[in-house]
């Protein structure tokens, strides 16, 4: 069975004004049917430029130099905005952003927007009255409070918690083969993020969606995806399952995340150094300035990546 | 809800309002020539001038003044123009309907053309369509309109004869029957279609000329209001969810682009009210600004009291309107009050 998205080789960059600067070097991922994928690292390792590309929404001064995305089978890569618009935002491809509070337009209410959503994507012969039908069953199964009049009602009327389940309704209103999420429970208190994390897991296995969730927390990983992919300034490192890669990370950055993570960690370390600039990144491993393992052969050859026993295809020349 | 809205404006207004009354007041008060002299001419006697003193109440003390001076603005009664002898109230309300009509036709050129522009200029930020209309919108404000008005009648009355160059309409049309008073309503209204082109051909130069400094800053705020909006974070989201291009400009982002707009469109009308007394004169519109301008050259004291008080007016009717349309505009607003 093919899968639902297959990124390889994916190389964007930026033009500054200090040279063209290299986000993502390299990345590769896939999502099969019905599965979640979690995509980890560190803030300014390339998560939200991979989503953009993938959605074709980069910015002006973004060029994709090399590499694939096909969704479907399609290679997203060719289309154009205008198909994408047709073909892909929205309907074939539903989107979950990080900031609840931020990603609603404060203007308009939160009908508008949706049924904007459904205006241009739901299947052809429906019709306004079926979409509004569409949305409050939507809004009823996310348990949002006043389903029947939550459309006539303004973005600021809504809790955090409660807008990011509009969100979710608007990801889901077109019946998506795919959603992705970009750290959407970041911006949200505790207790809320366990909430919409449950949330999604159960609507992932009841309506056949696969999902693509981005994340800097590997306990959300852990509690949700799949499979796991985790990205170094702008490159895969070590993709797999996720019992695989948790139980056994073979990577030294996956290791250092995990040692990391609050619930692990003897204490606050973190990680010596920072991810390096896009504008001067190291000939050899990425890693290896601020890895524990390194040898002389690490600073000169990027390696490439290989099948461990785990499981786990890994980017190190350590073999594990 | 917005009625609740309109009145908590309103109410607002009234001190202000209050305040313009005394404000006015003392400033007739404090103004070196003596009315009753200036009424009376120049070759009064001192008997006769006492005698004017007497007639409109000079002679009784301050705050009695003030207040019959307050009882009269309240039900409009301001008087007898000192020149025209007729009451300033009517004058004013036979010339107010052309400067208003002159006002709405500027408001209209500056907004339908200054909003688009402002967009346009912000979709294209730092490319030459961008730096052109800087620049043009910059030379806008700058540059006076009484110059403006003078060569325009040169280019377009004078050499190449295709507007009119003053008035409101020509002298071999005669006037439609009078209604609401607006020239070309009352044409319609009447049918006078000949008197509408005429009068719409008459108003081009005057509300071209009145449009330009406004329209220059509706493009400016416009344009920034755009470029902000386009950081948002739900611009980014209504791309990734496939919201059409042209939607997305004109109904998502410019909504929430135009708040200083508004603002500033509130700031023009008030704006434009006063400053058309220039534009007025220059191309002899029979509105208030003519008007004026004859008050202020003949040292009429009543009329200029009365225009002052009605721009102030205008005003604070113009701040409530300018609420309430940012109201609609944001409901956010609306909640909060």
Redesign the interface.
């Known amino acids: 069975m093919i899968p639902v998205l297959s990124v390889q080789g994916l190389k964007v960059s930026f033009r500054t004004d200090a040279g063209m600067a290299s986000v993502l070097d390299d990345v590769g991922l896939t999502l099969e049917r019905g599965q979640v994928l979690g995509v980890v690292g560190e803030s300014g390792c390339g998560k939200s430029t991979l989503i953009r590309a993938i959605m074709g929404i980069l910015p002006g001064a973004a060029r994709v130099n090399a590499g694939q995305i096909v969704f479907e089978g399609e290679n997203l890569l060719v289309f154009t905005e205008r198909e994408l618009n047709q073909q892909i935002r929205g309907s074939r491809i539903g989107f979950i952003p990080q900031d609840p509070l931020l990603s609603l337009n404060p203007v308009f209410k939160v009908g508008s927007q949706l049924l904007e959503i459904m205006r241009d994507h739901a299947p052809p012969g429906t019709s306004r009255a079926d979409h509004i039908q569409r949305l409050v069953s939507l809004l009823r199964r996310l348990q949002v409070p006043g389903p029947d009049n939550a459309l006539e009602r303004y973005p600021h009327q809504f809790s955090g918690g409660q807008r990011q389940r509009l969100l979710i309704a608007a990801a889901l209103a077109c019946s998506p083969g795919l959603v992705i999420a970009d750290e959407p429970t970041t911006a949200l208190d505790v207790t809320t993020q366990h909430e919409i994390l449950l949330l999604l897991r159960e609507l992932v296995d009841e309506l056949d969606i696969s999902l693509l969730f981005v994340t800097h927390d590997l306990g959300v990983v852990a509690a949700l995806c799949d499979t796991v992919c985790v990205i170094y300034a702008g490159q895969t490192v070590e993709s797999g399952p996720v019992e695989a890669v948790l139980r056994a990370p073979s990577h030294p950055y996956t290791q250092a995340l995990l040692a990391c993570h609050p619930e692990r960690s003897v204490s606050f370390t973190g990680i010596g150094g920072t991810v390096p600039s896009p504008l001067r990144m190291p000939t050899g491993c990425r890693f290896a300035p601020r890895c524990g393992y390194t040898e002389p052969i690490c600073a000169v050859a990027l390696p490439i990546a290989t099948r461990r026993k785990s499981g786990a295809d890994v980017r190190c020349v350590h073999s594990g | 809800m917005i009625l609740r809205f309109v009145l908590r404006r309103c109410a607002l207004a009234v001190p202000s309002l209050i305040g313009l009354l005394v404000l006015t007041f003392v400033l007739i008060r404090v103004v070196p020539s003596d009315p009753a002299a200036a009424m009376a001419g120049d070759a009064a006697t001192p008997e006769q001038i006492a005698q004017l003193r007497h007639e409109y109440g000079l002679d009784r003390p301050v705050w009695e003044q003030f207040f019959v001076y307050a009882g009269k603005a309240v039900r409009l009664d301001f008087g007898e123009s000192a020149f025209s002898h007729r009451p300033v109230a009517l004058d004013i309300a036979q010339r107010l309907p052309a400067t208003l009509e002159l006002t709405f036709a500027a408001m209209a050129i500056s907004i339908f053309l200054g909003v688009p522009l402002g967009v346009f200029a912000a979709l294209r930020h730092n490319q030459w369509p961008d730096f052109a209309l800087r620049m043009v919108s910059v030379l806008g404000v700058a540059v006076a309109a009484f110059w403006v008005a003078i060569m325009l009648q040169l280019l377009f009355a004078m050499e190449l004869g295709w507007l009119p160059l003053r008035g409101e309409l020509s002298v071999s049309v005669p006037p439609p029957v009078r209604l609401s008073g607006f020239l070309l309503v009352d044409s319609l209204l009447t049918g006078r279609f000949d008197a509408f082109g005429d009068g719409l051909a008459h108003l081009v130069l005057p509300a071209v000329t009145l449009a330009l400094g406004g329209m220059a800053s509706i493009v400016r705020f416009t344009r920034a209001g755009v470029l902000d909006t386009l950081q ?3 611009v ?10 042209m ?1 997305l400009i004109w109904r ?1 982002v410019l ?2 682009s135009v708040t200083a707009t508004i603002t500033q469109i509130g700031l023009l009308f008030g704006g434009l009210i006063a400053g058309g007394v220039v534009v007025e004169a220059i191309y002899d519109w029979p509105g208030i600004g003519s008007y004026t301008v004859n008050a202020i050259l003949t040292g009429d004291h009543q009329v200029m009291l009365a225009v002052t008080l009605l721009i102030g007016v205008v005003y604070a009717v113009v701040n409530i309107l300018t609420d309430l349309v940012h109201g609609l ?4 607003l609306m ?1 909060r009050s």
């Open positions: 948002q974070d739900f980014t989201y209504e791309r990734a969810m496939g919201y059409r291009r939607r998502y909504r929430n505009v944001d409901p956010r909640d």
